[in-house]
């Protein structure tokens, strides 16, 4: 009986058994690439916003501790925008004329919010709490990165669940001590792991993995 | 629907009785369907979500929709990839002081309903109120609400409230009101204000009390009359007939040890039924002090659930058991001569009973009941020397004292005699709570100039020549007495949302004095405070109560001179049918009806949704030859009513209850045309019981939606429960029910639950199914509405449902309430079957419900044995009105629909309580962690805590013998158990 198929038919059969593979792979690794890039995390993006604001003037050129402006992160689940009360303590005397800060003094005038463009922005149904962070020795930096180097501010890093979840499962690759929390540029000295560790045990870290965590 | 009735149908009796016979035991029933067996019946328990979707109804097929959904599915998973859009964030201009964002600030005020208050904490978010708890300085609440209170979120950000003053239809001015009313007042002071006529609700506040005597002082010829629908008249005037004088009547359950309620539901109504749960739930505690109650009443209450003796006895027929019991007591020469032989049984038992117990037992008649009932009542409370312990007398909390039924009578009479030439109805919505045969719509069209304050647009609003809309009381400035007399100061959360006005601020400006409703309270206390004034507002305004202004007793004599008059005649027979009125348990008088969370919630004893019915005992509907849904007319002196019936085991025969509230026409999107207007047939001679209703069967059928028959648990050991004697006898007598299998029997890996172990008991033998902890869950966890037509089909989304369990003999069965929220088990059903790991358990023992990952798959559900899981079959959520998303609580995830949600042990207290506690270096101290069910119970009945941590509350608890699991033999191991109940039954009425 002769051969109903070509012999080359065997390797069109292996071509496209393995290249459905290989596209799917690859489709697959493209879709979560993807997911991960700042087209969908927004990381990197430095957004325009009402005010140009410079934190790398403000907290790096100036050195005003963080908490001056977000003065709710040591208490709240929310570190806290400043009301324009704040931003006017300072440039009623310094900059008041500057055209710039005239978005500023209007809200001033007219008691209207500045609508500012929210750079980290979790999905609604993920509750996060600075406070915790905060209390526990978290760096503002290790979520943020250098801020005192940002001229207009972007988000660091994905704020993807992985990326949350590889330091509530491994604390002691990124905490730093209690008093160095809101300095910018700070060096372990010595390997961050050992120090880490200890740390870990000594301010009694324990972050939970559990889903209630974060989604309720 | 699955459950077509032939409408030919009747209640087969003999059927119920002859089953009841068969089975032996403790048996549990939760309706005569059951018990009747009839087809379909079992077929429909057996689906896991009864009635639930009759399919494809539509034209789309089934193969077209597989399509359709599999095309959708596809677009669904690349929407995963697509960016959130930009928000912005708007800091304040000047931050307040205190505000930290995301976290809750805390105010006491009161809620005043029928000029009565109830103290309260109102949690704020971000000047927002957003939930209300009770506040526990307060006398009256002490920490605990009721449904009322808690529903009054939702009322307040109500989108159908009233929104502007009006005039004939046209919008106005606030201004032009004020100037409309200037006039007209001034017309009216040549005369004294002979035509001027005020209607108000009671009166408790000190300072619309000034005020209204200001104007008394200003029209010294006017007429102030008072309409207050939750009707404490029969009270009053019994009182004034026993004592006479004017008093209240406060009663100390606590120190009670024999209750006996004459057709009262002290614990499902009235305005002081939080304290008396509180009280009376402290002694219901098996291991010591057990009190006894005995309730007579004509249709199943709350009160009559819990009682250890329960008679059905019509409504009229109380009046006579209680003079045959003040003449069995006081050894009266005259008894009534024809009261039936159960009857007298009874009576002689609670007459022993009262008597070993005197000076510590209370007689409590029913607001709906004769004032003779009362005075009998009052009596029967001097005879045995309660009064002064366990009865006590205060001066009354109403600034006048006014009797108002025959208040709005007169009114309605002035009215038609044209002697009215301007009408003021201060808040109250008279024409749809008045009785027919006032005619109060039509003589209130005679009255030349008629304004209306008032919450809603309503029918009341309508017929006025102008509306000012009303402050919500958490808009108000204000001050109101407790049952009790302690004052609170009224403080609002939030400015008036629609520029409305309080009826202070109104009574100001028709005074010619227009001031804010702040300066008028300020103003009033500041002449009456000694020492600094700042000082003492800022206390009490923190405190929510003004120190020692709670009432002293007063002693007062009775009279011997109306005993006589109400002993010398017969009572009359009975005959034919009694048509009982009663306030609802969920919207009294219609106040509540376009509240969502109320009309859905179950009522106590009906679980009936959405609808009143004409109650009736299964006897009486067999006799007539009705069934349930069949919709009959009523008909008495002349006027009718349609309604659908309702069969309820345990009413008295020959006796229908009708509820009132219901058949509205403007009250609001939500509450507009559910249920029939009671008060189409209702009198103000007899404005709660009448005797001599005709019934006439229509033919037609009204479907009710019920949550009765849902999630039935097949007749296992569910509620356990033994008398004092029995409990005495074997204290673990729950343990002997079932087995319940060994810890280690499980393939899974056990769970080792280092640091906290969240569990919850629920005291069966206090809890009275009051219904606070369903509605206190709605509010705080976001839960939607769902309207009539789901709940028929079983997909209510109550996390937490309270199971209503019938024992015994159908005429008059013990009943039984059991809240069911999620066990969170240990080796739980569901989470082994979630395919996509969305329901996961937590080192902490909580099963995680994560709605962002739930696909919809309702396995979960499918497999829960205690079903108490939820799904969104539809966008429930109201996710366009601006006024309700205010209402939300930012701390919990508003679900949309395809997602499963449930009772989660409020774990976002946990979660800030965990935060509050790791910030501080320690654990979580017990108490710390309350879930809203339990911070509402105004019984005590339910109590959460950490399992891990011997010397909590809960663990103690969880170490009672009464301490039973549902469904314990399934090997779930539920982390909520409950405490089996225990009744307290005299051997002298066994089996009576």
Redesign the interface.
Known sequence: MPQVFHRSTNTIARVSIFGTLIVLGAAGYG?AL??RSS??T?AGIAHEQPVQFSHRHHAGELGIDCRYCHS?VE????A???????CMNCHKQIWSDSPTLEPVRA??RT????????VH?L???V?F?H??HV??GVGCETCHGRIDRMNLTWQQNSLQMEWCLDCHRHPERYVRPKEEVFTMGWQPAGDQLEIGRELVKA??I?P?T????C?? | MTQEKDANETLDLATVRAELTERRGRHYWRSLEELTRRPGFDAMLARELPRQAPAFLDAVDRRQFLQVMGASLALAGLSACTRQPTETIMPYVKAPEDIIPGRPLYFATAMPVGGVGTGLLVESHMGRPTKIEGNPEHASSRGATDAFAQAAILGLYDPDRSQVVSSAGEIRTWKAFVAAIGEVLEGQRATGGAGLRVLCDTISSPTLGAQVRDLVAAFPNCRIHQWDPIARDASLVGTRMAFAAEADVQYRFAEADVVVALDADFLGSGHDKIRHIRDFSTRRNPAGGMNRLYAIESTPTVTGARADHRLPVAARDVQRFAWALLAELARLPQAPANLPAAEAAWVTAIAADLRAHQGSSVVVAGEHQSPTTHAFAHALNHALGNIGTTVVLTEPIAQQSMYSMASLQELAGAMAAGQVQVLLILGGNPVGTAPADLEFAARLAQVPFRAHVGLYDDETAQLCHWHVPEAHFLESWGDVRSADGTISIMQPLIAPLYDGKTVAEVVAAALGREKTAYDIVRDFWRGRQAGEFERWWRTVLHDGVVAGTGFAPIKLGLQAEWLKAATAAEPPKSEGLELVFRLDPNVLDGRFANNGWLQELPRPITKLTWDNAALLSPATAQRLGVVNEDVVELSYAGRTLEAPVWIVPGNAEDSITLHLGYGRTRAGRVGNAVGVDANRIRTAAAPWIVRGVELKKTGRRHQLATTQEHHSMEGRHLVREASLSEYTREPHFAHAMVHEPAKDMTLYPPHPYEGAAWGMTIDLASCVGCNACVVACNAENNIPVVGKEEVARGREMHWLRIDRYFEGEAANPTIHHQPVPCMHCENAPCEVVCPVNATVHSSEGLNDMIYNRCVGTKYCSNNCPYKVRRFNFFKYQDWTTESLKLARNPDVTVRSYGVMEKCTYCVQRISQARITARKEDRSVRDGEVVTACAQACPARAIVFGDLNDPTSRVAKLKADARNYSLLGDLNTRPRTTYLASVRNPSGDLDGA
Not at chain 1, 75 to 78: I, L, P, R, S, Y
Not at chain 1, 80 to 86: A, L, V
Not at chain 1, 111 to 118: E, L, N
């Open positions: 879709l993807i997911n087209y969908v927004q709710s208490v709240g689940a929310k806290g925008i400043p009301p324009t009360q704040t809200s001033f008691d209207a919010s500045i609508p500012w463009i929210k922005d999905p609604d149904f509750y709490n406070s915790v209390a526990k301010n009694n324990q939970k559990d889903c209630d965590t989604h309720r």
